[in-house]
Each structure stands twice: as structure tokens, then as C-alpha cells.
């Protein structure tokens, strides 16, 4: 039955590709799902019981370090205008990820402070350690945040790039 009703799906996606309806919704769903996560993640730093956030900052990190360099290396194939996108993205890619290393560090030097131990002489200092454990906690937050907000202009530039050259294929036939 699929296969006889091949015509109708695929007039089907032509009028969603032409109408840019599909461009649309990977723009948004795509933006939409990044910045719940990035939102999710960045909250989740103050949770110091999660021994998984580490893992998913890495995978994070290594995401947004691929998407850098495959934007920087293809930026030479293109023309002046389209290069400055692709650097423009790989920039932003990036930033991310070394935001994203600065979460991984501070969330290391927060778990270091949290397990310190000073002898009962110098307990006036655990104060000072717990003032600098949450100035540490908001700028982590602050940072993860930061690491969201470019990646998500990272993600739309490249996104709506690829989706415009699409476009401009489908002309051309």
C-alpha cells in the first residue's frame, strides 16, 4: 500500500520543501530542543549529586568542537559572503565550547570546595569557602547559560545556511 501511495508522499514533501515549511520547523524544533537542554543542563550544575553531568558537558563539548571545525574547514570551499557565515558559525561553536570547559572546571573546583576539610582551628574560614562556593556556583550557571546563547546564533546561522542553499538546488533543477 506504501508503495502505491509513493506519488502522494512524495507531492506531499514537495509542497512542505517548497513552501519552506520543513526549513521552518528544523529552525525551530531545532532551536526549541537546544535551549531546553542547554536551559536543563546550565540548572543541573547546581545539582552536585548528578555524577552524569560531566559526561554530557564532554559529549557537549566534543558536539560543539566537531561543529566548529567543520565549519571552519568548510568555510575556504565557498565564496566571500558564504565563508563569512560558515566562520561566523564556527566562531560561535567554538566559544561554546570552551564556555562549556569553563562549566566542566568550575563544576570541579565547586565539588573540590565541597569536600574540604579545615581542622577545628580554622573553621572562620569555612565561611569565605562557602562565600566563594556560591559566588562560583551562580558563575557556572552564568557561563552555561552564555554556552547555550552561542551556540543556539551558532546553530541558526548554519542551519538557515544549509537550508537556504538547499533552496537555491532546488531552483537551479
Same mark, same amino acid.
Given at each position: 500500500?506504501?508503495?502505491?501511495m ?8 514537495q %509542497?512542505?520543501?517548497?513552501?519552506d515549511?520543513?526549513a521552518?520547523?528544523?529552525n525551530?524544533?531545532g ?6 537542554? #542547554?536551559?536543563?543542563?546550565s ?8 555524577p552524569k553531568l560531566?559526561a554530557? #558537558? ?7 568542537a566537531?561543529?566548529?571545525?567543520i565549519?571552519y ?17 564556527g566562531?560561535k561553536?567554538?566559544?561554546c565550547s570552551l ?9 570541579y573546583v565547586i ?6 576539610k579545615?581542622?577545628?582551628e580554622?573553621?572562620?574560614?569555612? #565561611? ?6 556560591t559566588v562560583f ?8 547559560l552564555?554556552?547555550? %546563547?552561542f551556540f543556539?546564533?551558532?546553530?541558526e546561522?548554519?542551519n ?11 531552483l537551479?533543477?
Open positions: 500500500m506504501l508503495l502505491k509513493r506519488k502522494q508522499f512524495k507531492a506531499f514533501f %509542497y512542505f520543501t517548497d513552501k515549511v520543513l521552518f520547523l528544523a525551530t524544533v532551536y526549541i530542543l537546544f535551549a531546553t537542554s #542547554g536551559l536543563i543542563y540548572i543541573q550544575l547546581l545539582n552536585h549529586d548528578n560531566t554530557i #558537558g564532554i559529549t557537549a563539548f566534543g558536539v560543539c566537531v561543529l566548529s571545525n565549519s574547514r568548510a568555510a575556504p570551499l565557498f565564496d566571500e559572503e558564504n565563508k563569512r557565515v560558515l566562520i561566523y558559525s566562531e561553536f567554538f566559544h564556555l562549556i570547559i569553563q562549566t566542566i572546571v568550575f563544576r565539588d573540590a570546595l565541597l569536600t574540604f579545615l581542622p577545628p580554622r573553621a572562620m574560614w569555612m #565561611g569565605v569557602i562557602s562565600t566563594i562556593r556556583n551562580v558563575m557556572m550557571v552564568v557561563i552555561g552564555y554556552a547555550t %546563547y543556539l546564533y551558532g546553530f546561522s548554519l538557515s545556511f544549509l537550508w537556504g542553499r538547499y533552496h537555491a538546488r532546488r537551479r533543477k
